[in-house]
């Protein structure tokens, strides 16, 4: 959960002191970005707002900065508004388009338009992010920025800091859009609170505006019904999320909800719950709102600074011998921070150089699974030369399609996963926690439990690196300032002792328990126990006379009788300590015997106490005891309050007071109570050295005892330590795993669906010709079940005549040459069986792949094929007239036994000739022979057309006599072929004409 930069430059100092100020303007500003391609989409823009429309446009576009703009000429044609190319110190009023000039930054401040000139090189100029970030800081929530079309990413970062500061976000969609980058760009980052095709975005702006300020309103207290609908989208998040929001602040979270109400013109907060309830998906968008995944790299790069020289270079030094240095960096989102501290560490262990070999661990963690899956890849786009050196680029990113991608080196250094700071348990034994402008959207009551576990979790010494505008604050006793400018604090150990982490699970309110002691009872512990009936029955067993019972710490927990003679309630704060309430001349004794009965068990009786009451005084016996049984009264005292009887005093009193021995008498009072005063003194001695030595020798116990306690507590701390970061590292582990699985199911499933879709059945075998995959495909040609994978193929039935198929196998594992044979099966089909290595993506062997293509139809056809060519044959060598068949080059490749007879020459003579290099002629009815050229063959070849029966004299061979024959030519072609292929000449004999009977 984090914040943008600011900006590419420092701030002026009347920016810094009015940095928090919206703008009071009384018309809403639009900020339009566009660049390659966005002319067609700006106005088609202007061209579906309505005029007047109430509103400012302030278009910010890539321009050509050594050619003059022509964008408001060609602007002005479309709208009715006015518009005006942007001078310095320009104030924006309604109704009005301003168009950035070329060559110039552009930066709004209290609704006055300043021009800055550009700095950054042709390439690395991002304008818009400029603009929008300034618009952020000025309009705060009121801030609207639109994003058409455009090429790379410029727009991004500024729409960001747009979604911090509250304001809305309205995208092209990337179908209508002719170039995609920019819009695709901001809807990747999950910035766009609106997409939608230019032509809509006009009329979707003037609904947010409409409602957006019939429901915006001061935040600073909200009314019952309020809190009660903002309670219950509160539940509604930690229903369907798991995250509970209510430690967060309610201004914040409901500023993000009018947003959302703005969106989906909504105007009551109830109207909005119940479309929550209605409408799940809205819940996971709200839920993305509140989280402000905003970040960039080095944000403040003062205190990125401060870190690298005053923080990193101690930790360093500290370690002389190397080891791992682990830090944390809470709230990470997309992951620029958590990459920024791999670098900076990178770059102070190259400058120092130490002898150390430092490894480094980051735990980066947010709740937003998107953001965390982006960090992961490492990927960010080209605007991030904003923030980052082009130094630092050249180390440690690497040119990608989609912008830079981090290097290995650092990538490797990082672990990201999803972690809830509130409900999770934090990562231990750090060096440097970055928690960077987090705490500030939480209530002081979560900070204050966040704070000790974040002193919790780093070592001794370890250093806690805040935002700007957060601070330990009540917690300062905890951490000692570094740097208090730019948040960066030590952690301070607390020797005395330890202080009480509430660990995430302990977050929710909850009743405090006190451990007791295990011979000290709190009043409390006993409520449930029947005092009255207990305490009366021991009274009525030992005594009659008032009494008292108390704790182990005369805090009295039961009063029996009239007790006001002996106690009485002190003045101040109530307490009903026994102690405290003791009257004159019995609370001395009543300490003593206090005390002494703890520590002797028992009983112990004081006689002949005076004890001062109303205007006089009151002889009595004090009994102290301690109770054994029953067990549910163990532990505590009874004291008892006698009273000497009246007439003894009176007796007393007299004989204290005779008229001839007063002075006498009282001597020997006097000297009474100095032996009595004496033998206490001499008690009290001998019983503060007995107290002495028992406290020394138990002080001493105590001390053994606590060093044992503090050495198993450094182990049991250590021990649960280890355990903590070991589970953490294993939950991250497993969220790696799981994602790699899910990739690798669903490779296979693909993989699956790939080999059943093509029909080949397919059988996967091991080293050992066991059974590792098969496509259902080849459920039909070898009787396999599930349970067959790991058998032995030779332990499966088949249909195939192929039994030779695991020597075939073996063999080709041996040769890694692939064998194919053409195999049939028992019902009448037949497969090409191919046998081929198994070769993994690192070309080791590991298995054969087989696969049976169905070859049943071909081989059908040959079958037919072969018995049609059979049956020409016959019907060929019967018919009584010759026939010969001729390629296209004349050559004979068939000639039936009457085309034999005729001519006079076997086939095996004529296979393979032409009729000119055979021994026979054809001769005209004159007697002139035929040239070859002429032949009715050839004729046929190069017309392609058939030969129309003439009749010829073929001369024969042997008796060289003619025979005449009636001779015709066809040719047979082919598609493929532009001329014939084949030509198939038949000789027709006919009775012998009578002029040409003499031999030649």
């Not at 552009?106 to 550009?118: A, N, S, W």
């Not at 661990?361 to 980052?388: H, M, N």
């Amino acid at each position: 959960m984090k914040n943008p930069s600011p900006g590419r430059r420092p701030k002026k100092e009347s920016e810094q002191k009015t940095e928090k100020t919206v703008s009071e303007l009384s018309f809403p500003v639009i900020g339009i970005g566009a660049s390659a391609g966005g002319l067609e989409a700006i106005e088609l823009f202007l061209k579906h707002l309505p005029y007047p429309s109430g509103m400012a446009f302030v278009i910010v576009q890539h321009l050509d900065p050594t050619r003059k703009g022509m964008m408001v000429e060609l602007l002005q044609r479309v709208t009715s508004m006015t518009v005006l190319q942007v001078t310095d110190r320009l104030k924006i009023e309604p109704d009005r388009v301003y168009v950035i000039p070329p060559n110039h930054d552009m930066t709004i401040l209290h609704g006055v338009l300043y021009l800055f000139p550009m700095v950054k090189p042709r390439g690395l100029r991002l304008p818009i992010d400029f603009f929008f970030h300034s618009m952020a800081d000025d309009l705060q929530h009121h801030s609207l920025g639109v994003i058409l079309s455009g090429m790379g990413s410029d727009g991004t970062l500024g729409l960001r800091a747009i979604k911090e500061k509250g304001g809305g976000a309205f995208v092209q969609d990337p179908l209508s859009a002719k170039f995609d980058g920019m819009p695709s760009s901001a809807i990747d980052e999950g910035l766009a609170d609106v997409v939608a095709p230019v032509e809509d975005l006009p009329a979707m702006i003037i609904d947010y505006l409409k409602n957006l300020t019939a429901i915006v309103r001061p935040t600073v207290a909200h009314d019952g019904r309020s809190l009660s609908a903002l309670e219950k989208i509160v539940i509604l998040l930690r229903t369907q999320t798991g995250h509970d929001f209510s430690y967060y602040k309610k201004n914040t979270i409901y500023r993000r909800i009018e947003r959302r109400m703005g969106i989906h013109q909504i105007e009551k907060i109830s109207d909005y719950v119940k479309y929550l309830q209605e409408n799940p998906h809205e819940i996971e968008l709200l839920f993305k709102e509140l989280l402000i995944g905003v970040t960039s790299f080095f944000r403040d790069p003062s205190a990125w600074d401060a870190l690298k020289t005053l923080v990193i270079p101690s930790i360093l030094a500290s370690r002389p011998s190397g080891g791992v240095l682990r830090a944390w960096v809470a709230g990470c989102s997309t992951g620029e921070e958590a990459y920024s501290l791999a670098i900076v560490f990178r770059e102070v262990i190259a400058e120092l150089k130490p002898a150390g070999n430092f490894k480094l661990q980051i735990f980066a963690s947010d709740l937003d699974k998107d953001a965390i899956e982006k960090a992961r890849s490492g990927i960010y786009p080209s605007t991030i030369s904003d923030d980052v050196s082009s130094e630092r680029i050249k180390r440690f990113f690497e040119k990608d399609d989609r912008g830079y991608r981090i290097t290995r080196e650092i990538r490797e250094t990082i672990v990201f996963a999803l972690h809830n700071v509130i409900m999770d348990p934090p990562f231990t034994k750090l060096d440097i926690l970055v928690c960077r402008n987090l705490l500030i959207y939480m209530e002081q009551e979560l900070q204050k439990k966040l704070l000790p576990l974040f002193h919790y979790s780093l070592n001794p010494g370890g250093t806690l690196f805040l935002g700007s505008a957060e601070t330990v604050g009540s917690n300062a006793h905890l951490f000692d300032s570094i740097d208090s400018k730019f948040r960066l604090f030590r952690h301070h150990p607390q020797l005395v002792r330890p202080i009480n982490v509430d660990f995430p699970a302990s977050f929710a309110p909850s009743v405090p328990d006190y451990p007791e002691l295990p011979e000290r009872r709190s009043p409390s512990a006993i409520s449930g126990i029947n005092l009255q009936y207990l305490t009366e029955q021991l009274l009525l067993r030992h005594f009659t006379p008032p009494a008292v019972l108390t704790t182990d710490q005369g805090d009295i927990i039961y009063i029996s009788g009239r007790t006001g003679k002996y106690l009485e309630p002190a003045a101040g704060k109530a307490n009903l300590n026994v102690f405290a309430m003791a009257r004159d001349g019995l609370r001395y004794e009543l300490s003593l015997l206090f005390s002494r009965v703890l520590r002797q068990k028992g009983e112990i009786v004081k006689t002949g106490l005076i004890v001062g009451t109303n205007g006089g005084s009151q002889v009595i016996d004090l009994t102290v005891k301690l109770i054994e049984q029953p067990d549910s009264l163990k532990g505590m005292v009874l004291i008892v309050f006698s009273d000497v009887s009246k007439k003894i005093t009176a007796v007393a009193e007299e004989r204290s007071i005779e008229p001839g021995d007063a002075g006498e008498g009282r001597l020997g009072s006097l000297e009474d109570e100095l032996k009595q005063a004496r033998d206490e003194i001499r008690s009290l001695r001998e019983e503060m050295q007995n107290s002495e030595e028992e406290l020394k020798s138990t002080n001493e116990e105590m001390r053994s005892a606590n060093e044992e306690l503090q050495s198993t507590n450094e182990e049991l701390t250590t021990s649960k330590e280890e355990m903590q970061s070991l589970n953490e590292e294993l939950q991250t582990v497993n969220q790696e795993l799981q994602s790699k699985v899910s990739d690798l199911s669903q490779a296979n499933n693909d993989m699956k669906n790939l080999l059943n879709s093509t029909d080949i059945a397919t059988l996967f075998l091991d080293n050992d010709l066991n059974i590792r995959r098969f496509t259902n495909r080849t459920v039909s040609i070898i009787k396999l079940i599930a349970t067959d994978i790991g058998r032995p193929i030779t332990d499966i039935v088949t249909d195939m005549h192929y039994p030779d198929l695991a020597d075939d196998a073996r063999e080709v594992l041996n040769t890694l040459m692939f064998r194919e044979k053409q195999v049939s099966a028992i019902d009448g089909r037949w497969f090409t069986v191919r046998i081929m290595p198994y070769r993994t993506q690192e070309n080791r062997i590991d298995g054969l792949v087989i696969t049976f293509n169905d070859i049943s139809v071909a081989k059908k056809l040959e079958k037919n094929l072969r018995e049609s060519e059979q049956s020409f044959l016959f019907l060929i060598n019967t018919m009584p007239v010759g026939t010969m068949i001729q390629d296209s080059d004349g050559k004979i490749v068939m000639a039936n036994p009457e085309a034999e007879r005729i001519t006079g020459i076997t086939l095996a003579e004529m296979q393979g000739k032409t009729v000119s290099e055979l021994r026979w002629k054809l001769v005209r009815e004159d007697g002139s022979v035929f040239p070859p050229e002429e032949h009715p063959a050839f004729v046929a070849i190069r017309s392609g057309q058939p030969f129309s029966p003439m009749v010829m004299g073929v001369v024969h061979a042997h008796d060289r006599k003619i025979r005449w024959v009636k001779v015709s030519a066809s040719p047979r072609s082919a598609e493929r072929y532009e001329k014939p292929y084949q030509v198939y000449t038949t000789f027709f004999e006919i009775p012998e004409v009578g002029r040409f009977q003499d031999d030649i």
